[in-house]
């Protein structure tokens, strides 16, 4: 896959605004918006991820979805 078909993925996931601040970042650090996305955004999901199955799945009152 090429770097242009990847950072037209990242930029279908994400607004806008967002997409152009990964933009900026990238720039910044002198690596492709995808290799930004790879590095910087897959990690924090992933530990979102992590800390979200470690608490099990909460309803906005702490309670387990399904109890009302």
């Known amino acids: 896959m090429t ?3 990847t950072d037209h993925q ?3 996931v994400v607004s ?3 997409y ?3 933009r900026v970042a990238a720039a910044l650090e002198q690596k492709s918006v995808s290799e930004w996305f790879r590095e910087i955004i897959t990690p924090l999901a992933a530990a ?3 800390e979200y199955a470690a608490n099990g799945l ?3 009152k702490g309670r387990p979805h399904g109890r009302g």
């Open 48 to 50: 979102s991820a992590r």
């Open 58 to 60: 909460r309803n906005r």
């Open 10 to 12: 990242v930029a279908t």
């Open 3 to 5: 770097r242009q078909a």
């Open 16 to 18: 806008e605004d967002v």
């Open 20 to 22: 152009v601040q990964i």
